[in-house]
Nanobody
Framework: QVQLVESGGGLVQAGGSLRLSCTAS??????????MNWYRQALGNERELVAV???????NYADSVKGRFTMSRDNAKNTVYLQMNSLKPEDTAVYYC?????????WGQGTQVTVSS
């Protein structure tokens, strides 16, 4: 079982920055091995994958955030981060942390990011 808790969302002006955090807890897993994902869901839209970080440290990003968002992890703290720079109004969404363990998806509660123009 994995519990995920996100934090760091808020209201920011366009061009600003935010850093989201997601901390994992539970048992039966080694955090350093987990592939961790950030998704987001804007009002009326489907949930979309924003960034992925693999256990070995490799990362992938959605085209819409490349060059602006950076995902990182601190395995000692069981935490992943999403540094979001040059934010745009279209980045407004609820951001969710996700991982999969033994074929089961785990989600955090989400954190709201609102970017004003």
């Amino acid at each position: 079982q994995v519990q995920l808790v996100e934090s760091g969302g808020g209201l920011v002006q366009a061009g600003g920055s935010l850093r989201l955090s997601c901390t994992a807890s539970g048992s039966g897993f080694a955090f350093s091995w987990l592939t961790m994902n950030w998704y987001r869901q804007a009002l009326g839209n489907e949930r979309e994958l924003v960034a992925v970080i693999f256990g070995a440290g490799g990362r992938n990003y959605a085209d819409s955030v490349k060059g602006r968002f950076t995902m990182s992890r601190d395995n000692a703290k069981n935490t992943v981060y999403l540094q979001m720079n040059s934010l745009k109004p279209e980045d407004t969404a609820v951001y969710y942390c996700n991982t999969k363990l033994w074929s089961k998806d785990y989600w955090g509660q989400g954190t709201q990011v609102t970017v004003s123009s």
